[in-house]
Nanobody
Framework: QVQLVESGGGLVQPGGSLTLSCVGS????????VGWFRQAPGKERERVSC????????TYADSVKGRFTISRDNARNAVDLQMNNLKPEDTARYYC?????????WGRGTQVTVSS
């Protein structure tokens, strides 16, 4: 069964950094576009960043441009999200997602809390 497992979340002060990882099982992530999403309490889930499967091109939400970087680590079958200069408004549960054969696969998420 295809699974995605997120890790790396935690509590960090404003201005701090975290690196989230999304590791795939069964599925070779390098072949697919992988997205990172987040959802804060009372808000809709929003896409934060995505990396394409074919070219590795990355896209970012305007709110995180210049602060977040998405990358692949094929040795770990992972897609990482480096988050710098974190702000309280980045507080949310972060999920990774991949679409395989028209099926959308989600991990269970990892919580990021930015607070002093």
């Amino acid at each position: 069964q295809v699974q995605l497992v997120e890790s790396g979340g935690g509590l960090v002060q404003p201005g701090g950094s975290l690196t989230l990882s999304c590791v795939g099982s069964v599925l070779t992530l390098d072949y697919y576009a992988v997205g990172w999403f987040r959802q804060a309490p009372g808000k809709e889930r929003e896409r934060v960043s995505c990396i394409s499967g074919a070219t590795g091109a990355a896209t970012y939400a305007d709110s995180v441009k210049g602060r977040f970087t998405i990358s692949r680590d094929n040795a770990r079958n992972a897609v990482d999200l480096q988050m710098n200069n974190l702000k309280p408004e980045d507080t949310a549960r972060y999920y990774c997602n991949v679409v395989v054969d028209y099926s959308s696969i989600w991990g269970r998420g990892t919580q990021v809390t930015v607070s002093s």
